[in-house]
């Protein structure tokens, strides 16, 4: 049996159909079908209830997922275990907010990419929330991301940076203490879905601070933009390598850690030395742009 039907049947649970799947695994829809129709041939059962639209799995390959995952898993370590310890080509998924897209990723990615010229990356923008689940399921080799507020016992962290939070107002706003400010400006909400917005919305319940929320958004460069238009004020973490728009901001510092910019693995990543290497380039990223400051 072919280890890639294996990997084909997980890629179709993960992503709940024939044509997402195809995406994941880079194939036609109809090459699926045709992996897993050989898959059933192979174990001489129905693996897919067809009359569901999309094709449904069976009891039977649902219990047959962890197992799948695990042995494409142990593959996967083989043929890393196998190649030369020093090679570090290949291609890295790499999930990643978009607040640190701007400066950090294209920064540690410059410098990686410099010293592993056979390496190609595929970087994968996503809220927090999501990049952790496709992280923990192996859709993607790594993240960068807020640490999750619950530890995940299959991943290891990297600690990036701690980014407190901040009340942040367009340049030319009006002055004043935070608390009074967020009582009495409208209010622009990172979602929620996101682990920034999580920790946001906690220090504004600790803090007993209702606020005139006038809309909510997705992503940390939206709601600066937002704000830098004078059309509220927000608290979100102080992003440790911020871009034009929202080192422009008036920043107020808030008696709080804020969040931690992590990368995060799973801890059988077959992957693990281009990680480190990439958490390396990471770390010298965030000091020099820390050196420009001063």
Known sequence: MSITLLRTLVAVADTGSFVAAAHRVHVSQAAIGQQMRKLEDLLGTSLFDRTAKPPALTPLARSMLPKARSLVSDYDRLIACAGDANNLAGTLSLGAVPSSLHGLVPMALKRLMRSTPQLSVKV?????????????????????????????????????????????SA??????APHDLLRT??????TPRATAGQIADEWLMRNQITVQSIMELESLETVASVVAHGLGVSVVPDICMPDAVFAALRRVPLETTGRSLSLL???????????ERLMEEVSVAVREYKEKLQ
């Open 265 to 275: 693995a799973r801890k059988d990543c077959a992957k693990a030395q281009l990680v």
């Open 185 to 190: 400006h409208p209010y622009i909400r990172h």
């Open 124 to 168: 994968v923008p996503g809220l927090s929330t999501d990049l952790l689940e496709m992280v923990g399921r192996g859709a993607i080799d790594a993240a960068i991301t807020s640490a999750p507020l619950t530890p995940a016992p299959n991943l290891r962290t990297y600690h990036i940076a701690q980014e407190p939070l901040v009340l942040i």
């Open 171 to 176: 340049p030319n706003a009006p002055t004043g």
